[in-house]
């Protein structure tokens, strides 16, 4: 996976993001702090997770008797990562970004990792097939402290156990995943424009 393919991917993601405008509305951490610049790791991870997360997409085991790529989406409507994370002057929904609070957007985006990876981890998962993809790489992502600087132990709800999953849980895990794939392809555009340092700007 070469450093053009990982643009290449980049760019068809962002496609996803533009037509998706308009919907731009872990465990317990320290207090945040800005941190100084996010790190080229937290850039590299965060474009990995991305496309660990549409390969998981892809995975029609995980949706039998569902075409997930139909389906609406779900966000986590308890953030405002959408909103906050938007880079200063960019116009969308015929809105332009007038400021850029860097504090505000790492605590949106720490809110919607915890809130995802709750959501995922107490999905049924008999094969063990969200554990090896998406949670590992989101457990990954988390604990590089790239959006909060301290993590304790993350712990998996399990609340489903280990059966095979029904059709509306399958859907709603579709529908969530693909809400989720927007969200990440919002927070890959704030770690690299925080990266760049253009939110000091």
Known sequence: ???????????????????TCPLWQLSQALPLTDGGPVSDQCVLQAQMFLRNITETLSKKELFSGIDCTKQSMEFNRESQTATVCTPKGLTCSGTTQSEFNKISCLKNIREDLHYYYSFLSAQPDADRLLHTTVLASLRELMQQKCFVWEFRKLEEKNVAGNHQSSYDERLKLCIVLRGFQ????????????????????
Not at 1 to 19: E, I, K, N, P
Not at 182 to 197: D, F, K, L, P
């Open 182 to 201: 927007v969200r990440i392809v919002t927070i890959n555009r704030a770690v690299q424009y925080m990266n760049a340092g253009e939110d000091a700007q």
């Open 1 to 19: 996976f070469t450093t053009l393919h990982l643009h290449s991917y980049l760019s068809s993601a962002a496609l996803l993001l533009m037509f």
